[in-house]
T-cell receptor, first 114, second 110 residues
Framework: NAGVTQTPKFRILKIGQSMTLQCAQD?????MYWYRQDPGMGLKLIYY???????DKGEVPNGYNVSRSTTEDFPLRLELAAPSQTSVYFCASSYRDRGHQPQHFGDGTRLSIL | DAKTTQPNSMESNEEEPVHLPCNHSTISGTDYIHWYRQLPSQGPEYVIH???SNVNNRMASLAIAEDRKSSTLILHRATLRDAAVYYC???????????FGDGTTLTVKP
């Protein structure tokens, strides 16, 4: 059972470059999330999705874009990389129905912008 | 979104119980209390959650105040592997998102 898979694990980008962080889950979860975590800090929500075709902004969406064309995948796009986007990025998923289910996190993507 | 407040850090001795507090004075009736922990260089992992009643699982216990404005995560016998950052967050029935604070860094001394 793979759970939440993030690729790549590490990446170094130059200022102004673009890239897509991949996230896939095999648990048939309807909710998916992208967080960033700066050194010594907690997680901040970038974007989230409540189902295929539906996305919404979190606390810190500027400089990022997302799409959710399938239940399984939730890629995060950086269009013009800036040094302030150096961070660890975590993807998570959960199943929401009437009750509450925990979020399952991936292992993260460590991104440096130089 | 309702916020939570946790101490920045706590220390414990190995094999002793640990009580990690969380204040959430603006909690609403539809907010669940979730606890996660994050080991060094890993993603957060779920620990426990509850709504009104105290909860127990194999990892920990969650004690929720009667007015629900605070809760306590209880690790019954701390081990060195329990050293982590512990996050208390509120998850609303009607909302798709949750807010993580900076958590409590737990240090376990041998």
């Amino acid at each position: 059972n793979a759970g939440v898979t993030q690729t790549p694990k590490f990446r170094i980008l130059k200022i102004g470059q673009s890239m897509t962080l991949q996230c896939a889950q095999d648990m048939n979860h309807n909710y998916m999330y992208w967080y960033r975590q700066d050194p010594g800090m907690g997680l901040k929500l970038i974007y989230y999705s409540v189902g295929a075709g539906i996305t919404d902004k979190g606390e810190v969406p500027n400089g990022y874009n997302v799409s959710r064309s399938t239940t399984e995948d939730f890629p995060l796009r950086l269009e013009l990389a800036a040094p302030s986007q150096t961070s660890v990025y975590f993807c998570a998923s959960s199943y929401r129905d009437r009750g509450h289910q925990p979020q399952h996190f991936g292992d993260g993507t460590r991104l440096s912008i130089l | 979104d309702a916020k939570t407040t946790q101490p920045n850090s706590m220390e414990s001795n190995e094999e002793e119980p640990v009580h990690l507090p969380c204040n959430h004075s603006t909690i609403s009736g539809t907010d669940y209390i979730h606890w996660y922990r994050q080991l060094p260089s890993q993603g957060p992992e779920y620990v426990i959650h509850g709504l009104t009643s105290n909860v127990n699982n194999r990892m920990a216990s969650l004690a929720i105040a009667e007015d629900r404005k605070s809760s306590t995560l209880i690790l019954h016998r701390a081990t060195l592997r329990d050293a982590a950052v512990y996050y208390c967050i509120l998850t609303n029935t009607n909302a798709g998102k949750s807010t993580f604070g900076d958590g409590t860094t737990l240090t376990v001394k041998p």
